[in-house]
C-alpha cells in the first residue's frame, strides 16, 4: 500500500512526557449550545437554579445534536447569546461556581444490554468527536450500512498538540472498557489504531493494551502530516480509499478519536458525562507549558492563569493548532467540548514571509494527500469559473494547510480553497432555486 502525500513539520510536543494536571478550582463557566456539527442544544434550565456536576442544563434538538450538561456545581447565572470563533451566534450558559465540584444525584452508570441501549448511552454521554471535528459520536455508531472496521484516531499529527498522546497513556483502561462493549454489539472483525511514530509512549502504551484483546492491532504511521485526517487515517490503516463526497462508513469504516473512546468508556463505567477535557496549553508566550483537564466552559484566561500566566502579549491565541486550529477575538472564549488545545504564540512563531506571485514550481501539487492543484484552484477561483473548480475537485480539499505551508511565495492557498467550495455551495443554492 502506497502512503498518501503530505508534509513534514516540526513537532514542538514539547508536553508529551509530562503527567496531566487537573484544573478544578473554577469560579464560572460558560457553556455555549453549539459545541458540536449539527443543531444546537435547547436549555432546560433557567436563571437561579442550582445545577451540580452532571447534571442535564439542555437537551438535542434533533439527532444530530448533543447533550450539555454542568460541569462544576453552582448557581445558573445567565442565559444569553455568545459569539463563537466562527462568527456565528448561539446560546450559552453560564454558571456560577460554588467551589465544591458536588456530583449530581443522578449520575449512575447506563444499562447497557443491546446496540440500541449502547448507542442511547453514547448520544447521553454528550460525546462529540474530541479530536477537533465536533460530530454527535452516537450518529456515527447509528448505522444500517454493514461496518467491519473500527479505526481508531491516535495520530496526533499537529504541532504543539499532546492531549490525545496523555489520554491513551492515562486512559487506556477506559478505552479498553470501551472497546470491549463496542465488541460485544458491533461486528467489527478489526480494531486499529493509528498511531504515529513519534508517540513512542502512546504506542507502547496502546501495543499492552491491545495485547489482552482480541482483534485489536496497533498501526504504526510515518510522522507526516496530515496523518489524523480521516480519509487519510482510513487509507493508511485499511488500505480503503473514500471518494469524494462519501464518509468513511460508505467503506465500511467507523472512525473514532482515541479521547472520544476513552470518555465512552468512563461514561459507560461511572456515568458521569463529558463536563472536562483534557487540553494542551501551549506556545511561546506559555509560562508552563503542560496538559491540563480542565471543565468544560472554563475561560482561557483562567486556564492560562493555571498555567502560569503570560511571558508576554501573545500574537495570537488559538483553539487547536497551528494548521487547522482557529484564533480567538479574545481570551474570554470558553474550552469547548472538542477543544484539544490553547496556544498562545508569540510574533516570532506567527511571523510569515511577504507572499509573493506564484513561481508555479508545484510544491503545493506534491505535498496534497489528494493530489490536488492548489495553484490552478487559485486561478480559477480569482475568475468565479465553478465549473473548472469542479473539475479541480476543491470539494475534495480537507482544509489542512499543506499547500500554505510549503509554498515558498507564502499564498493563502488554504484559504482559497475554502472560499472556493464557498463559492461552489453558493452557485449549486442559486441553480436550486432557479428549479424551484
Not at 487506556?172 to 465488541?183: F, G, R, T
Not at 508569540?346 to 508545484?362: D, F, H, N, Q, V
Request: charged letters at 25%; proline letters at 6%; glycine letters at 8%.
Amino acid at each position: 500500500m502506497n502512503f498518501l502525500k503530505g508534509t513534514r513539520l516540526p513537532h514542538r510536543k514539547g508536553t508529551a512526557d509530562r503527567p496531566t494536571a487537573r484544573m478544578t478550582e473554577v469560579r464560572e463557566v460558560t457553556l455555549p449550545m453549539q459545541m458540536h456539527i449539527g443543531a444546537p442544544a435547547t436549555p432546560i434550565v433557567k436563571v437561579g437554579d442550582s445545577v451540580k456536576v452532571g447534571t442535564l442544563i439542555a437537551e438535542p434538538s434533533g439527532r444530530v445534536s448533543s447533550p450539555v450538561y454542568a460541569s462544576v456545581s453552582g448557581k445558573v447565572k445567565k442565559i444569553a447569546d455568545v459569539i463563537l470563533s466562527n462568527g456565528k451566534t448561539t446560546s450559552a450558559i453560564a454558571i456560577e461556581a460554588d467551589g465544591s465540584m458536588t456530583w449530581d444525584e443522578s449520575v449512575k452508570p447506563p444499562v447497557v444490554h443491546s446496540r440500541e441501549d449502547l448507542i442511547a448511552a453514547i448520544r447521553d454521554s454528550g460525546v462529540v468527536g474530541l479530536g477537533g471535528a465536533g460530530f454527535p459520536t452516537h450518529v456515527k455508531f447509528d448505522v444500517s450500512t454493514r461496518v467491519d472496521t473500527l479505526v481508531i484516531n491516535g495520530a496526533e499529527c499537529e504541532p504543539y498538540i499532546t492531549s490525545d498522546t496523555r489520554t491513551m497513556v492515562e486512559r487506556a483502561d477506559d478505552m479498553a472498557y470501551a472497546l470491549k462493549i463496542l465488541q460485544a454489539h458491533f461486528d467489527f472483525k478489526r480494531i486499529v489504531i493509528g498511531v504515529e511514530g513519534m508517540n513512542r509512549h502512546a504506542i507502547r502504551s496502546m501495543r499492552e493494551m491491545a495485547s489482552h484483546m482480541e482483534r485489536v492491532e496497533v498501526k504504526v504511521l510515518p510522522d507526516v502530516y496530515p496523518q489524523g485526517g480521516e480519509k487519510v487515517l482510513v487509507y493508511h490503516t485499511t488500505g480503503r480509499e473514500i471518494p469524494t463526497g462519501k464518509l468513511p462508513v460508505d467503506v465500511g469504516c467507523i472512525v473514532c478519536n482515541c479521547t472520544t473512546l476513552a470518555v465512552i468508556g468512563g461514561y459507560l463505567q461511572t456515568g458521569m458525562p463529558l463536563v472536562e477535557k483534557c487540553i494542551t496549553v501551549d506556545g511561546g508566550a506559555v509560562a508552563e507549558p503542560q496538559n491540563v483537564i480542565v471543565p468544560i466552559g472554563t475561560s482561557m484566561a483562567d486556564v492560562l492563569a493555571f498555567c502560569g500566566g503570560l511571558t508576554e502579549d501573545p500574537d495570537k491565541v488559538l483553539y487547536g493548532g497551528p494548521m487547522m486550529g482557529v484564533t480567538v477575538p479574545d481570551m474570554t472564549a470558553p474550552i469547548l467540548k472538542n477543544t484539544n488545545a490553547v496556544l498562545a504564540l508569540t510574533a516570532k512563531e506567527t511571523r510569515l514571509p511577504k507572499t509573493t506571485a506564484c513561481i508555479r514550481c508545484g510544491a503545493c501539487a506534491n505535498a496534497c494527500p489528494f493530489g490536488l492543484t492548489p495553484a490552478a484552484i487559485a486561478q480559477a477561483y480569482r475568475k468565479k469559473d465553478a465549473v473548472r473548480l469542479e473539475e479541480l475537485s476543491v470539494r475534495t480539499c480537507m482544509e489542512c494547510g499543506c499547500c500554505s505551508f510549503v509554498c515558498p511565495a507564502n499564498r493563502p492557498l488554504v484559504q482559497t480553497n475554502k472560499l472556493a467550495k464557498i463559492l461552489l455551495q453558493e452557485e449549486k443554492t442559486k441553480e436550486e432555486k432557479k428549479h424551484e
